[in-house]
């Protein structure tokens, strides 16, 4: 079966610190992950994919995260983030046989002055 | 601007009432979906639709149904067969189901039941 796994589920920082978001996965086969961001009340936006290629994948806002086969992990990482990053994020993984994403349960990032 | 949209933002239903959630789109997407989002659980997959009438049963369809008999709209119906409906509905569109094709997600519906 297939799964996503987010280590955390708060993770608080301090504005201008360093953050990695922990994902991890489980898939018997070729795997398509995503990771998406959301603000309060509002919908999800796509911060990046990996669908193939480089498994060092750069996204908006500055966030990147790097896909490790043997690790099945897809991390998220800013190298600085800014009291605006204050979010939930979640990471997803595409199911190509059953044609949908499957998400984990979400980090709230929380940063702070 | 394109872009989806949902509406009511927010809905208050009484238990035994069956209550629609509307979700337009005007990207020329054929996939449309609806999650579910509940507080620790992440996004469930309801229900999902390919083409114009066309959809598919996703994880936690019992209590749900939907219809597409247009392209832009796939709106959701809670039913009174539905549990637990207090949560956050999501809607989201496509160009298609393959992987590459981004996920656009509506605003949400947060509907309560009293």
């Known amino acids: 079966a297939q799964s996503v796994t987010q280590l955390d589920s708060q993770v608080p920082v301090f504005e201008e610190a360093p953050v990695e978001l922990r994902c991890n996965y489980s898939?018997?086969?070729?795997?398509?992950l995503f990771w998406y961001v959301q603000y309060p009340n509002q919908g999800l936006q796509l911060l990046l994919k990996?669908?193939?290629?480089?498994?060092l994948v750069k996204g908006i806002n500055g966030f990147e995260a790097e896909f490790n086969k043997s690790q099945t992990s897809f991390h998220l990482r800013k190298p600085s983030v800014h009291i605006s990053d204050t979010a939930e994020y979640f990471c997803?993984?595409?199911?190509?046989?059953?044609?949908?994403?499957?998400f984990g349960a979400g980090t709230r990032l929380a940063v702070h002055p | 601007d394109g872009g989806i949209t949902q509406s009511p933002k927010y809905l208050f239903r009484k238990e035994g009432q069956n209550v629609t959630l509307s979700c337009e789109q005007n990207?020329?997407?054929?996939?449309m979906y609806w999650y579910r989002q509940d507080p620790g659980q992440g996004l469930r997959l309801i229900y999902y639709?390919?083409?114009?009438?066309?959809?598919q049963k996703g994880d936690i369809a019992e209590g749900y149904s939907v219809s597409r008999e247009k392209k832009e709209s796939f709106p959701l119906t809670v039913t009174s067969a539905q549990k637990n409906p207090t949560a956050f509905y999501l809607c989201?569109?496509?160009?298609?189901?393959?992987?590459?094709?981004?996920?656009?997600f509506g605003p949400g519906t947060r509907l309560t039941v009293l």
């Open positions: 989201a569109s496509s160009m298609g189901l393959a992987a590459y094709n981004e996920q656009f």
């Open positions: 898939s018997s086969v070729s795997v398509y």
């Open positions: 990996y669908l193939s290629g480089s498994t």
């Open positions: 997803a993984l595409y199911s190509g046989g059953y044609n949908k994403l499957i």
């Open positions: 990207l020329n997407h054929d996939a």
């Open positions: 639709s390919q083409i114009v009438n066309d959809f």
